[in-house]
């Protein structure tokens, strides 16, 4: 499907204009834990998941697919104080509802067959407590035809 192709590189191109140019990618984007950490702990990736098809027009098919879109950062680890960690979190989440603003604008800057960007969800936070890095996952709903 070359419009989950388009679609999650358009997604990619928002999270970047948003993140700007300290922020790399995930080289394992399905398992975090396995990325080094080192020196780069501001990382973002899309992962494309499952997609139900909705009632759409003749010729074509119209399909709502979840996109997750992962954010990391690195936090400061003090038994006497969690204040950095809990900033940290906070800074991606509202990052993660820039980010869908803007995809919300652009349409995942794929407007001929994206139609609708709708539902944000971001998980509860995880940390990788050996890296001293926290992962934010924000799934958006993507409504997109496909002709027949």
Same mark, same amino acid.
């Given at each position: 499907?070359?419009?989950?192709?388009?679609?999650?590189?358009?997604?990619?191109?928002?999270?970047?204009?948003?993140?700007?140019?300290?922020?790399?990618?995930?080289?394992?984007?399905?398992?975090?834990?396995?990325?080094?950490?080192?020196?780069?702990?501001?990382?973002?990736?899309?992962l494309?998941?499952?997609?139900?098809?909705?009632?759409?027009?003749?010729?074509?098919?119209?399909?709502?697919?979840?996109?997750?879109?992962?954010?990391?950062? *690195? $936090?400061?680890s003090?038994?006497?104080?969690?204040?950095?960690?809990? &900033?940290? /979190? #906070?800074?991606?989440?509202?990052?993660a509802?820039?980010?869908?603003?803007?995809?919300?604008?652009?349409?995942?800057?794929?407007?001929?067959?994206?139609?609708?960007?709708?539902?944000?969800?971001?998980?509860?936070? *995880? $940390?990788?407590?050996?890296?001293?890095?926290?992962?934010?996952?924000? &799934?958006? /709903? #993507?409504?997109?035809?496909?002709?027949?």
């Amino acid at each position: 499907m070359a419009e989950v192709t388009n679609i999650v590189a358009g997604l990619k191109t928002n999270m970047t204009t948003i993140l700007g140019p300290t922020y790399t990618e995930l080289s394992n984007a399905t398992l975090i834990e396995s990325n080094s950490f080192k020196g780069a702990n501001k990382r973002y990736s899309v992962l494309a998941q499952g997609l139900d098809e909705v009632a759409g027009t003749t010729c074509h098919v119209t399909v709502d697919q979840r996109f997750d879109m992962i954010l990391t950062d *690195s $936090y400061y680890s003090s038994i006497k104080n969690d204040s950095d960690k809990r &900033t940290k /979190t #906070i800074g991606l989440q509202e990052l993660a509802f820039d980010i869908y603003k803007e995809v919300v604008n652009t349409k995942a800057n794929t407007p001929a067959s994206v139609m609708l960007v709708d539902t944000l969800a971001v998980a509860d936070p *995880s $940390y990788l407590e050996e890296d001293n890095v926290v992962v934010i996952t924000a &799934t958006i /709903t #993507i409504k997109y035809r496909k002709t027949l």
